[in-house]
């Protein structure tokens, strides 16, 4: 008896999942005439295309979701973008959502819009959402809202696969003229007004990398090169140049460096550089120093010793004539007698 019954409700379990599948299909695929209310393209724009050889990364970079609704006989409020699962908990989660005020009255500097088009009550919809991790590979689709809180669904898309970027262990190797450069601050002296550069970045995720050297009203952007030349025409001997080289690992600014170069006439490719120069002149500025310290000590001990012969020469002098004195004055005392 109580098989007949667990059979029974299996049955009844198996057709009303049956039902409510045709139910929301048809409702969801519900048309407007020939064609369907609401209707998402599949991703073939070139808008898409991710900037990064890793894919799309989180929060970095967006993404075009486009299709078509047709009003015709319905009081539409808004047309939205919204995650499947998220609704299926019954949370409404849009990702974006275009107002419908008396038809389409999009403005295409929003993130999302309508467009018309040539048929009457045909618009095109356009959803232009950041991509992030917590939404990689969900289900997504457009939602058309009435006014009598119904809603019409549109078929089902996938968004595509989203991949942190972990920046947590870069490093940065710049060489000019085939010196390593300190990236925290760069100063130095070079031969020519034309620069040899070559530069490497290591990551964990072997990111693509590009650099961008500025100088004036000068840009050159390395994609594929990790060696070549630069021109500083404004270099010279009076005037020193900036330049910037700002490291872009997929397409996103990461490091800025400011290098100051100085013409130095005198010093080859390999010669000495800025900072060697500018220690060899404390080097002999502490050499003077210390000279003139030693100079200025021997000539106070030497005055000193001087002073010191001199008092004892005068004392010499006092004793030495004392005598005289005290025989002056015994002659001077006799005579009065």
């Given amino acids: 008896m109580e098989k007949a019954k667990l059979a029974h409700f299996f049955r009844l379990s198996i057709y009303s999942t049956i039902y409510l599948i045709i139910c929301i299909s048809s409702y969801a ?23 990064c050889n890793i894919g799309y990364v989180d929060g970095l970079e967006k993404y075009v979701v ?12 808004a047309v939205g973008l919204e995650n499947v699962a998220a609704k ?16 389409c009255n999009g403005n295409k500097t929003d993130l999302c819009y309508c ?21 990689r590979n969900a289900q997504a689709r457009a939602v058309m809202l009435l006014s009598d809180r119904q809603e019409i669904f549109s078929n089902d898309i996938k968004l595509p696969n989203v991949t942190q970027l972990d920046l947590t262990n870069v490093s940065y190797v710049l060489n000019i003229n085939g010196k390593k450069v300190n990236t925290e601050k760069c100063l130095k002296s070079v031969p020519g007004s034309t620069l040899d550069i070559s530069y490497d970045v290591a990551t964990s995720q072997n990111l693509r990398t590009e650099l961008r050297i500025t100088s004036d009203n000068k840009t050159d952007l390395w994609r594929d090169t990790k060696e070549g030349s630069f021109p500083l025409p404004a270099l010279s001997v009076e005037a020193a140049s900036d330049v910037y080289f700002t490291f872009n690992l997929c397409g996103f600014s990461e490091k800025k460096v400011l290098c100051t170069f100085i013409k130095g006439e005198h010093y080859g490719r390999n010669g000495p550089t800025i900072e060697i120069l500018f220690a060899s002149l404390a ?44 025989v002056n004055t015994i002659h001077t005392q006799t005579d009065s007698l």
């Fill in 283 to 326: 080097l002999f500025i502490l050499s003077v120093i210390i000279l003139l310290a030693t100079l200025i000590f021997f000539y106070k001990v030497k005055t000193k010793r001087k002073r010191f012969q001199d008092i004892i020469m005068v004392s010499d002098e006092i004793n030495s004539a004392r005598p005289l004195i005290e």
């Fill in 66 to 77: 486009k299709g078509q609704v047709n009003i015709t006989d319905k009081n539409v409020l």
């Fill in 29 to 51: 695929c519900e048309r407007c005439g020939d064609e369907e209310c609401i209707l998402l393209f599949a991703n073939h724009t070139e808008e898409n295309r991710a900037r």
């Fill in 88 to 103: 299926q908990f019954g949370i409404p989660s849009y990702f974006c959502l275009i107002r419908f005020v008396k038809g």
């Fill in 115 to 135: 467009v018309a088009t040539d048929q009457r009550n045909v618009f095109n919809i356009v959803f232009n959402m950041t991509l992030t991790y917590q939404y």
